[in-house]
């Protein structure tokens, strides 16, 4: 079964450049009744050989609170994952520091209001919070599933929007930006309304690869090409290199009897990586990993060997900021 670990053990790889130090800045934590992903897990990803000293937790509704206010159930995925981050800072776990930095989940579209629920975060992890993600991705099309924070139709575009991300403004936090590939404009139109937050753009801006979408990735290339060209102009948006090896992304790596190679990984998807770093420049960039989502398709191990593979042609100090530089100072880690 695909993404599981005998599927995954299919390909065995020797780790490639294995003292390069790492920060993940992109995974989750979650105990689903099918799905559990938690410090074990994780560590046992990141420990599999490549030199992770550090993570970044990202929202996915785990772990909200049970009770109280609805706008501040959220905060409750940021004292659970304070508490692993706890237990990892111990040291009793091994060397890397899991969950070095929050990004946890609001309702911007509260207006005003959603200050409060940000304060309430900060509170709860005053040393670890950094910002929020509230995931867009909208599309027309009933077979593209919608972001779990169910979005609507230009949602960053809305006045009540606009009014909660004021709120990060005003508190000196970052935005991290999951949309789909036809929505990326609205994040240049955010970022250029909003010169002063951070905003950092997840999963490529989500190039859709199923559905009306599917055999048509030239098409779709040249069009993401441009947009994020444009997206790149504005100097607070900084870019996630990783999340396209999901069932969105149309590659179909979980419909195979064998995982791919990162030599698979690296010929598939070079172009994206390559055309990212090109616009943003690598003090911009950042690779992640995006588990345990992309464990559906890849081990961890292999993820970060293609990222390596794809970076082969770049110097030490380019290096330094894709593999940990960039997401150590975004993520404000010092």
């Known amino acids: 079964m695909a993404g599981d670990a005998t599927w995954l053990a299919q390909v065995e790889e020797a780790v490639l450049d294995p003292d390069l130090p790492i920060i993940d800045p992109h995974h989750h934590l979650w105990d689903h009744p099918t799905s559990r992903y938690l410090l074990d897990e994780l560590l046992a990803d990141t420990g599999s050989g490549h030199n992770v000293v550090a993570t970044v937790f990202m929202e996915c509704a785990a772990m909200y609170r049970a009770d109280g206010p609805e706008a501040m159930k959220p ?120 010169p002063d937050v951070v905003i950092v753009l997840d999963h490529f801006g989500g190039p859709l690869g199923i559905g009306p979408y599917e055999g048509k990735r030239d098409e779709i290339f040249t069009r993401w090409k441009n947009d994020v060209a444009e997206l790149a102009t504005c100097p607070n948006v900084h870019a996630k290199l990783g999340g396209i090896n999901m069932a969105v992304n149309g590659f179909g790596w979980h419909k195979r009897e064998r995982p791919p190679t990162s030599d698979e990984l690296a010929a598939a998807t070079r172009d994206w990586y390559l055309h990212m770093i090109d616009a943003f420049g690598p003090g911009r960039c950042m690779f992640e990993s995006n588990f345990p989502v992309d464990k559906l398709s890849c081990s961890y191990r292999v993820l970060w060997n293609a990222f390596k593979e794809i970076a082969a042609g770049f110097g030490d100090a380019e290096k330094e900021a894709l593999f940990s530089g960039t997401a150590r100072r975004v993520y404000r880690l010092d």
């Open 75 to 194: 905060v409750g995925e940021t004292e659970f994952v304070n508490g692993i981050a706890a237990m990892s800072a111990s040291g009793i776990y091994g060397p890397t520091r899991a969950c070095a930095a929050i990004v946890g989940f609001a309702d911007l579209t509260l207006g005003a209001a959603a200050g409060e629920v940000l304060e309430a975060h900060r509170a709860a992890a005053p040393d670890r919070f950094r910002g929020i993600r509230h995931a867009a991705g909208w599309d027309p099309d009933d077979r593209v599933r919608k972001s779990h924070t169910n979005p609507t139709e230009r949602m960053m575009l809305s006045p009540a929007f606009r009014e909660g991300f004021a709120e990060l403004d005003r508190l000196g936090m970052s935005f991290d930006a999951w949309c789909y590939h036809p929505q990326i404009p609205e994040v240049t139109e955010l970022a250029r309304a909003f």
